[in-house]
Every structure is written in C-alpha cells, then in structure tokens.
C-alpha cells in the first residue's frame, strides 16, 4: 500500500467562508467499471441539455425542480482504468512537452533528469523509477495493455491501450487507442478519419446545421529515425480536422516556411475542442473557431508549443484557409531569455460564446511560490484580435498554486484541477489536489447560474458536495478531479471513497481532511469515478462549506494514485536530456 499525507495548510483560511446552511447542491453517483483496473478516473460526461415535460430546455439546468430528464442515468460517463502510472502518457502527442513525439525517452536517466529540471521534486528518483518502469515494460510487450476504457452501460475497450477525451451527442467515444506497434491512432465513431498509415488522435467532434460530422485532434507523420540522436520512431504532428471524406491539416507559423525539425527539436500541433460560429466580416457565413496549441514561432530552436486559436475562413475543408492566432500572455518564448516562464501551453476547451480555458506549464528554472506546475487561464474573447489569457486568481487560486482548467459549457461553467494545499514541491513532493468549477463572469453569463447557484465564486467541488450529513452517502467521496460538465451541469470526475474492510463507508467526518476508518489498519482509499449530479431546486443557500482537521492525516491507500500523486498532464521540458 502506498501513504500519502494530508497537512492543513494556509489554503484552509482561503476558501473557508462558512454558510448557515445544511444541504449541498450535488450528489455524488458512483460510476461502477466494467473493466479492471487498481484505479478508475471519471474522463468525460455525455453532452446535453435539461429540459422540462414539455421539452423546453431550461437555463437553470438539472439545478431546476422542473427538470424532467436529470436522471443520475441520463447522461453517460467514460471511464478510464490503470493498473500503474503512465509510462509517457497515451493522450498527448509529445511526452512531457519535450521535443520528439510518442517514444523518445529511452532509459531511466532521461525520466529523473525531467522530473529534476522540470518538477524539482526531492522524490524524483522514486517518481521516475515508477514512470521508467512502465514505459519499458510497455514498450518491450506490445500486448501489455495498461489503459483500458469504458462507457457507463456501453462498449468497453480491453484488448489494446485505450483512452476517451469526450463523448459525443450519442454518447460515442473519441479518443486515442493502440493498434500492435503503432501507439496511438485515433478512436472515433462517427466519421471515417485520416489515414491510418499516420499516428493519430481524437479530441472532440461537432455536427454542422448541414449535418455533416466533424472531428478535430491531431495527425502525425514520422520522421526519418536515422536523422535524429534517437533510435526510437519520432513524429512531428498538426492540428487538423476531418469529415468522412477530407482531412484538412493545418499548418505551423501561418504557411511560413520553415523546417518541421531543428536538430531534434519538431513542429508540434494539435486541436483540442472546436465550435461554430458567424463571420464578421460575413455574417450569412459560419466559421469555425478552434482552440489548441501549435508551433507558431518558426525563430525558435525549440519549436514552442504555444496555446492558439485556430480561424477558419468557412466551413469547407478544401477550399477554406485557416489561421492560428498565439494566445497572448501564454507564448513559451524560449528564445527570449527574459520571457521565458512557460515550458509549453495548451488551450484546452471553447463554448459557443468563444470563451476559452486551457494552462501554461511553468517553466522549472522559474517556479512560482515553490511549484513548477500548470497555470489555468482564460480566454474571455477568442474572437479578439488579440485573444488573451487571464491567470486564475484569488479564491482557491491562491499565489503560486497550479493545476488545469480541462472543459467549460456553454454557461461559462468550466471545471478541473487545482492545488489542495501550500506546501513546496520544490525540494518537496506534489501537493493534493481537488476538483473545482467556477462559474465565470462574462457577458453571457446567466446570472440565475452563476450567482443563485454558485454565489458568483470559484468552489472546490468538495464543498458543493458536502450535505453536512457525517454518515451520508456525499461524505464517502472527495473529489480529486473534474475533467467535463455539459450543459445540463453534470460533471465526470474522480474521487477518493472511504473503504473499510472491503466496505465503503462514510469518512469519519464532513472535513476536507478527515480520516478515513480512523487509525485502523484495514481503511483505504480507493480512486473511483463519479458523476455529479446536480440537486433539483439547489441554490447558493444550500451550499455549506467544509471544515478542516487540525490534526496532520496519515493517509492509507490502496491505489497507485497515477492522477493523484503524479503530474498533471502536459508537462514539458524542452530540450533533450544528456
């Protein structure tokens, strides 16, 4: 078993602002696996609307006591298990961010000298023996499977390495899955896709008024492995988007011409979530407005992998340009010494209002507040000449704390990661984490959301879950992580559940950081996923924030803790390892 500690830290006098109230404003609902696995993570949530008897769609979502669809069955969930960590990550098209795709790291070495330079943690002999040990163990057997997936009450995916990043309307998945020797090649059920002689991947999909199906995500192209210090395939990659019959690809830097490698540095791109909306300068015209990232800097040794906005000049793929448009204040400008803070930064979701979130990986040699973690932002306008980001801030987003913003609706409601506690990770080791939502404000916010519902603020979901009740079914989960939420409010996540003896039950109180089963041998925490469901007729009122023990916690856990105890994403650290 593996022991973690819980410390109370200055985060508690931040995000404690105690109501009067005895309810919460969600339930928890337990998302059992069909599949094996030491742990099972909540990835995403069935897109959808809720909607009264008469089928009017009702702005307040399941929180309203009209609802007629918010079953805690109605909208699907996919799941993910893993026996172990990740060896290098099965979503992302670079490891880490480093400069070479998919299987460039080649021995122990190059995982410690990462998790050295780039997360400065004190236990990176452990961390790295933990990564290094997977990734050889996967590369040397390509039937070993670590990643396996599912959806709630549907298809499973057991026999190769499988992961989901998001659901279609029909609860379809996309995703990346493993086929023999190649890696990674896109999941998707709704239309044909790219050539499968490429490495590819699906993010998300969108269906035009036309009714034409269209998926976004990435293609990539091996590079000659002769030509690089590495025996190892290497691949750069473009964001593209393709229907059942065109796969456009876009390209780096605006068609500027420059080389796809500088020494064994590559162009990297990819699109991550997609919408439609009018033209402008063209207002009978639809475009489309995508968010991602892509090498958008051809100076640059390193080719940067910056956040970006992708604009389409119209809807069909053959005939219409595309433009990136770098998100201000999130470039990596590694070639500036002076500006260099970020390793690497994504966009990472867009609603039909053009509101955007994603995060930037701190630079290691320039940690903020002892982290070298992920910074959540936002795009308020991706419409803007300039689209900008704005670091999250305040609230629970106290100085120096890391973490993700991963999915938003069209509510402006956008869920994640963020740091539980102050403790350094410099020198030190990763901080917990919680999930979180923030109800942001823009001007198309719905006020009967964002202020009746969420009083307008930033929430740990812990505290949205929280009944008051001690031996309630809420008390028996934390929420460790949010990673979507649709329109109807429900959100997929990941949670830690109290479980005695093979038993789950409730933690032994309401706190952020209670015990579990108290001192005794037998209580674990096991990582499981969830759906939270919102609580028809909650408002603000019924939200009751947790108290937190003064006593340090020694934690017992059953689980390998890969999300957890282990780096949030796309981290990077941009050079080769020597």
Request: glycine share 8%.
């Amino acid at each position: 078993m593996t022991c973690t500690k819980f410390k109370l830290t200055t985060v508690a006098a931040l995000v404690f602002a105690a109501t009067n109230a005895n309810a919460a404003i969600y339930r928890v609902v337990e998302v059992q696996s069909p599949v094996s696995g030491n742990e099972v993570h909540g990835v995403a949530i069935q897109p959808g609307v809720a909607k009264d008897t008469s089928n009017v769609e009702l702005a307040k979502g399941c929180f309203d006591s009209n609802a007629a669809n918010c079953e805690d069955s109605t909208f699907k969930l996919a799941g993910e298990t893993r026996d172990t960590v990740d060896g290098i990550g099965y979503r992302e098209e670079v490891p880490f961010a480093i400069d070479a795709a998919f299987q460039y790291l080649q021995e122990f070495n190059d995982f410690e000298n990462y998790c050295y330079l780039e997360l400065k943690y004190s236990t990176c002999e452990s961390w790295a023996l933990n990564h290094w040990e997977a990734w050889s163990k996967e590369r040397t057997d390509l039937t070993y499977v670590n990643a396996k997936a599912f959806i709630e009450d549907g298809v499973t995916f057991e026999s190769r390495n499988t992961v989901i990043n998001s659901l279609d309307n029909n609860a379809q998945p996309l995703g990346v899955k493993s086929e023999g020797d190649i890696r990674n090649n896109a999941l998707y059920t709704t239309t044909s896709g790219p050539d499968g002689s490429s490495e590819t991947r699906s993010w998300r999909a969108i269906t035009a008024s036309n009714g034409l199906v269209y998926n976004v995500g990435s293609v990539s192209n091996e590079d000659n492995p002769t030509s690089t210090s590495t025996p190892d395939k290497v691949f750069s990659s473009k964001a593209a988007i393709w229907d059942n019959s065109t796969t456009k690809l876009i390209d780096w830097d605006n068609n500027v011409a420059f080389p796809e490698r500088s020494n064994d540095f590559f162009a990297q791109g990819s699109m991550r979530s997609i919408v439609i909306a009018k033209n402008d300068a063209q207002p009978a015209e639809d475009i489309f407005y995508g968010v991602g990232y892509n090498t958008t800097d051809g100076t640059g040794d390193l080719r940067d992998m910056n956040a970006s906005v992708f604009v389409s000049t119209g809807l069909e793929l053959v005939s219409s340009t595309w433009k990136t448009i770098p998100i201000s204040g999130a470039e990596v400008n590694s070639n500036l010494s002076d500006e260099y803070k970020y390793s690497n930064s994504v966009a990472t979701d867009i609603n039909d209002n053009l509101f955007a979130v994603g995060y930037s990986k701190r630079n290691g040699y320039v940690p903020e507040s002892g982290s070298a973690g992920n910074k959540p932002f936002v795009v308020t306008d991706a419409s803007a000449t300039t689209p900008t980001a704005t670091y999250l801030s305040g609230d629970i987003f106290f100085g120096g704390s890391s973490g993700e913003a991963k999915a938003v609706n069209n509510f402006n409601e956008f869920v994640g990661q963020i740091d539980a506690e102050t403790t350094r990770e410099v020198d030190g080791s990763e901080r917990r984490h919680r999930g979180f939502i923030y109800p942001y404000n823009v001007d198309s916010s719905k006020d009967e959301r964002r202020v009746d519902i969420f009083n307008g603020q930033a929430w740990w979901l812990d505290d949205l879950t929280n009944d008051g009740n001690a031996s309630g079914e809420n008390n028996k989960f934390r929420i460790i992580d949010a990673t979507d939420i649709n329109d109807a409010g429900v959100i997929s996540a990941t949670a830690i559940k109290c479980t005695v003896g093979g038993t789950t039950q409730p933690y032994d109180t309401t706190s952020h950081n209670s015990y579990c089963g108290g001192a005794a041998s037998n209580a674990v925490e096991e990582v499981v996923a969830v759906k939270l469901v919102p609580i028809a007729g909650a408002t603000k009122d019924d939200i009751q924030t947790r108290s937190a023990d003064t006593e340090k916690v020694d934690r017992q856990g059953g689980s390998l803790g890969w999300l957890t105890l282990t780096v949030l994403g796309l981290l990077g650290f941009r050079r080769k390892f020597k």
